[in-house]
């Protein structure tokens, strides 16, 4: 079964430190992988994705991504936390077969940045 | 990237009753994602709209429960029918390809109680 996992439910970071979000996934062949932040009582934001090209992602807020297909893994990351990032993060899946444009969400894990 | 908007932005129902939800988009998109997320869990997918043809659901969902149209390139609607406090969930509507190829952006949501 495809799916994907973020193993930890909260992520703990003081301020100016850098973050790092963990997602794997269990998808056949090459999917697109995303990452999506939630703030309280909004809707899902575009951070960044990967498809094809460049291990290293840069997308929205500082944040960037490491695709590594060995691990089946694509960890978020920024290089200095900043309060206002505290959130939920969502990673996503698409499958590249199936004839529709599915995303498998994982769990989500909450980030919490500390002053 | 193009405006979503989603109508009511929560609600309280009671039981055996139905809402209709509205989503609607400022360009013209071809695929439209409805999902799922229950309180503290991740997304779930409903089904996917393509405005011309019969939505496309998901295990677990079926057309009698969450009926949707998809009347044209900008607007959808999902009802969630007969109502019970199961169905209290947050509801979003999903684009594809408005700014970026391939990637879903979400309306802001409804949240909906079941009492």
């Known amino acids: 079964a495809q799916s994907v996992a973020q193993p930890e439910d909260q992520v703990n970071v003081a301020e100016g430190n850098p973050l790092t979000v963990k997602c794997t996934y269990s998808v056949s062949g090459n999917p697109y992988l995303f990452w999506y932040v939630q703030y309280p009582n909004r809707g899902l934001q575009f951070l960044l994705k990967?498809?094809?090209?460049?291990?290293l992602v840069k997308g929205s807020y500082g944040f960037e991504a490491e695709f590594n297909k060995s691990q089946t893994s694509f960890h978020l990351k920024k290089p200095s936390a900043l309060v206002s990032d505290s959130a939920l993060y969502f990673c996503a899946v698409r499958p590249v077969s199936g004839g529709y444009n599915k995303l498998i969400f994982g769990a989500g894990t909450r980030l919490a940045v500390h002053p | 990237s193009a405006v979503i908007s989603q109508k009511p932005s929560r609600d309280i129902c009671q039981r055996g009753t139905s809402l209709t939800i509205q989503c609607q988009v400022d360009s013209q998109v071809t695929m439209m994602f409805w999902y799922r997320q229950q309180p503290g869990q991740s997304l779930t997918l409903i089904a996917t709209?393509?405005?011309?043809?019969?939505?496309?659901?998901e295990s677990g969902f079926v057309i009698d429960k969450f009926p949707i149209s998809r009347p044209n390139l900008t607007f959808s609607t999902l009802t969630v029918s007969n109502m019970s406090p199961e169905d209290s969930s947050i509801y979003l509507c999903s684009v594809e390809g408005r700014p970026s190829a391939s990637t879903q952006y979400f309306g802001p949501g409804t949240r909906l109680t079941v009492l």
């Open positions: 990967y498809i094809t090209g460049d291990n």
């Open positions: 709209a393509n405005q011309g043809s019969e939505a496309t659901y």
